[in-house]
């Protein structure tokens, strides 16, 4: 099982390696006799793993306390049915994330741009995104300054807003670690790094790295690939940070050399000159992140666009 305990207490489940989007990653946080789970993954993974890793430290599915969610996107909380009918334990989520979270299909509806083939493409995959898993009725809904605690541990929740419109972090103030999910992950300069779904804000995640790295975590521990500890945490928000700002310019550079052009020729020009390195099966990642981003800019009055989807800079 490939598990660890990043810090004492802090247990990291690592999912399946699942091509670009590397490891899902879980965290289960024990205090006491109680145990709370963080990102449950997918449908199939880390599945039994969660379990077994709980009862390998001599705790059993009975001692989960919750089953809480940083945000509803089908690779973390595809998971959360399975683990929940196994546990009991309640689920907890960003107040606007429930409703995905209760019924998966609103994310492919709602929240992606996709045309019908694409999204049957979606609920038959087998790769980390497939959606055709079972909703959970949350428990609890997640705002700012809520606190979730589990034995003697509390969690500050800071809710985000950027990648998903109800993404929250959780803060542990006392041991500094930081629960990021995909607000702050792992990918250098590619679209996961970026990704905004329809719901989310470029601006909202602008404000909420200043936030995050003004919190002084020492650990800071994503929902895919590896944590990030001390010094590296600070370079890491600034990291993504600087992503941001890049790939706002990228698209009004691209804007300003064209004149004018809607989504489909930004994607086209940004895959042409390699501004943002884009894997071909992400690239339903790109459109919606454009989408938002626009849509940021609009509101900075820095575009304009036309009731034909057509943007221009102002
Ligand atoms: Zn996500």
Request: glycine residues 10%; contains cysteine.
């Amino acid at each position: 099982m490939a598990a660890s305990e990043i810090i004492p207490g802090i247990y990291m489940i690592r999912g399946k390696f699942a091509d670009e989007f590397g490891f899902i990653s879980s965290y289960i946080v024990v205090s006491g006799e109680s145990v709370l789970v963080i990102d449950p993954g997918t449908a199939g993974d880390p599945g039994n793993n969660t379990i077994q890793l709980i009862r390998k430290l001599g705790l059993g599915p009975g001692d989960v306390v919750g089953i809480l969610c940083t945000h509803g996107h089908p690779d973390h909380v595809g998971g959360a049915y399975r683990l929940k009918k196994a546990t009991g334990a309640p689920v907890l989520i960003g107040e606007k994330d429930g409703p995905i979270l209760e019924d998966p299909q609103l994310f492919l509806k709602e929240r992606m741009v996709l045309d019908v083939a694409e999204r049957m493409t979606m609920k038959v995959d087998r790769g980390p995104l497939r959606v055709n898993y079972k909703g959970v009725e949350p428990y609890r809904l997640l705002r700012n300054g809520d606190t979730v605690n589990v034995g003697d541990i509390t969690l500050h929740v800071l809710h985000t807003g950027g990648h998903s419109a109800g993404h929250c972090v959780f803060h542990d103030r006392a041991n500094k670690v930081l629960f990021t999910g995909d607000e702050v992950s792992n990918f250098p300069n590619d679209p996961r790094k970026f990704y905004l779904d329809l719901s989310g804000s470029v601006s909202a995640r602008s404000s909420a790295l200043s936030s995050m790295e003004s919190l002084g975590a020492d650990y800071l521990l994503p929902a895919h690939d590896i944590p990030h500890l001390f010094e590296d945490v600070r370079l890491v928000i600034e990291q993504v940070s600087d992503g941001v700002i890049h790939f706002q310019d990228s698209i009004l550079h691209h804007l300003e050399a064209r004149g004018d052009a809607d989504v489909e020729q930004l994607v086209f020009d940004i895959r042409m000159a390699r501004s943002i390195p884009v894997p071909d099966i992400y690239e339903f990642l790109l459109i919606t992140t454009i989408t938002v981003v626009l849509q940021g800019l609009q509101q900075a009055g820095l575009v304009r666009t036309d009731e034909k989807g057509v943007w221009s800079p102002v």
